[in-house]
T-cell receptor
Framework: EAGVVQSPRYKIIEKKQPVAFWCNPISGHNTLYWYRQNLGQGPELLIRYENEEAVDDSQLPKDRFSAERLKGVDSTLKIQPAELGDSAVYLC????????????FGDGTRLSIL | AQSVSQHNHHVILSEAASLELGCNYSYGGTVNLFWYVQYPGQHLQLLLKYFSGDPLVKGIKGFEAEFIKSKFSFNLRKPSVQWSDTAEYFCAVNHNNNDMRFGAGTRLTVKP
């Protein structure tokens, strides 16, 4: 099966600029996650979708971050404006519904803010 | 605060040595437990998982993990590591079928 596809792989922008990441989950996976991974740390959940509904966005900095999953398939994560501290790897994952289901991860987008 | 703790930041072993990576969590209630591995230049992959039944679970590539409920632990083991096991290993806990948290990861370097 095709895996989780993310683009772009790398993004370099200046602070205060906007940036967007795209994710295409595994076909049939209703649950989609966005994580942020800082250097030397594990992934931290930003938002979780069940189909098109955001069911957990408690860790999403809503003043500058937004996400959408139209039609319950692809998803985009946006930062506007970006700050220096946003430099990280942004990971997308998908799974079947249920807490015992393993998550399948994409390769991530490495964001560098100048 | 509730958390997932991995005791070792970096472990260095020689080939054929035995491996044990520690993972402790502080959640009560229902937990589903996972170990993920990230090989250099690759994405995170599932190594093994536990959600019920036999607390000793076997995963891919000869890895196993034991869930000890009384110790809130889910340590990862392998009897004899290979150079190809060099990677970063993440413990993850899904709490009450809802809230997924990852540990900070343990970097394993296996010397040939």
């Amino acid at each position: 099966e095709a895996g989780v596809v993310q683009s772009p792989r790398y993004k370099i922008i200046e602070k205060k600029q906007p940036v967007a990441f795209w994710c295409n989950p595994i076909s049939g996976h209703n649950t989609l996650y966005w994580y942020r991974q800082n250097l030397g740390q594990g992934p931290e959940l930003l938002i979780r979708y069940e189909n098109e509904e955001a069911v957990d966005d408690s860790q999403l900095p809503k003043d500058r971050f937004s996400a959408e999953r139209l039609k319950g398939v692809d998803s985009t994560l946006k930062i506007q404006p970006a700050e220096l501290g946003d430099s990280a790897v942004y990971l997308c994952a998908s799974s079947l519904a249920g807490g015992n289901q393993p998550q399948h991860f994409g390769d991530g987008t490495r964001l560098s803010i100048l | 605060a509730q958390s997932v703790s991995q005791h070792n930041h970096h472990v260095i072993l020689s080939e054929a040595a035995s491996l044990e990576l520690g993972c402790n969590y502080s959640y009560g209630g229902t937990v589903n437990l996972f170990w993920y591995v990230q090989y250099p230049g690759q994405h995170l992959q599932l190594l093994l998982k536990y959600f019920s039944g036999d607390p000793l679970v076997k995963g891919i590539k000869g890895f196993e993990a034991e869930f000890i409920k009384s110790k809130f632990s889910f340590n990862l083991r392998k009897p004899s590591v290979q150079w190809s096991d060099t990677a970063e290993y993440f413990c993850a806990v899904n709490h009450n079928n809802n809230d997924m948290r990852f540990g900070a990861g343990t970097r394993l370097t296996v010397k040939p």
